[in-house]
């Protein structure tokens, strides 16, 4: 098979890149990883990064004057590197339509819901102040929206009594490193169609 380029975005510790990377390593996971992106300089994703030998575009988005100008970098770079599969990864900022147009139906994000049940921030405490006896892990396609592209597959995750944020948290975290290094094994594999908002997978 050809070689199957992706690139990863985050924002944070990285615990999804880390999954990834180690699915890679383990012979797991077919794929070559070009680079990181991150818009925090200081985020541990970036020692991660390091530590594997992955490159990195690395930015702080004040420096620049809009999301677009330094989008426009970063899909240079993608192009350079001609990336298969954007995948967001914990990757905290809306993306714009220089990345969306191009990308589209080939850039994936994980949340930490049964979209669409609470989008956005703070999926996780939402979820155990609401008072839903179940939540779980969405991986979607992106489309530009927030938390609004098509579904391709979704992890419930069971919500005990007495549930904390903290500790809710810890299984979504353990969920998402089952999902996301399992949908990019099915796009490397070609088994995903999309067609409007619905999403078949060849099993």
């Known amino acids: 098979m ?5 690139a990863i975005f985050a924002s944070g510790s990285g615990s999804n890149f880390q999954a990834i990377v180690d ?18 300089p200081k985020a541990y994703v970036v020692e991660r ?19 677009e100008a330094y989008e426009a970098l970063i899909l240079k770079e993608l192009v350079e590197r001609q990336v298969d599969l954007i995948v967001m990864a914990g990757y905290m900022r809306i993306i714009t339509d220089v990345l969306v147009g191009p990308y589209f139906g080939r850039m994936i994000n994980i949340h930490p819901s049964l979209l669409p049940s609470f989008p956005g921030v703070r999926a996780i405490e939402q979820a ?41 948290a810890e299984r979504i975290h353990a969920a998402e490193h089952v999902l996301l290094p399992q949908v990019i094994r ?18």
């Open 2 to 6: 050809q070689p199957y380029r992706i």
């Open 23 to 40: 699915q890679v390593q383990k012979g797991k996971l077919d794929v070559s990883i070009e680079l990181l992106v991150c818009d925090r």
């Open 49 to 67: 990064a390091k530590e594997a030998k992955v490159p990195m575009f690395v930015f702080s988005p004040k420096e620049y004057e809009s999301r």
């Open 128 to 168: 155990v102040e609401y008072g839903v006896k179940q939540t779980g892990v969405t991986v979607h396609f992106v489309d530009g929206g927030l938390d609004s592209g098509p579904i391709i597959a979704q992890r419930a995750v069971e919500i005990h009594e007495h549930e904390t944020a903290e500790s809710l």
């Open 186 to 203: 099915w796009l490397r594999e070609d088994r995903v169609s999309l067609d409007g908002r619905r999403v078949g997978v060849r099993l």
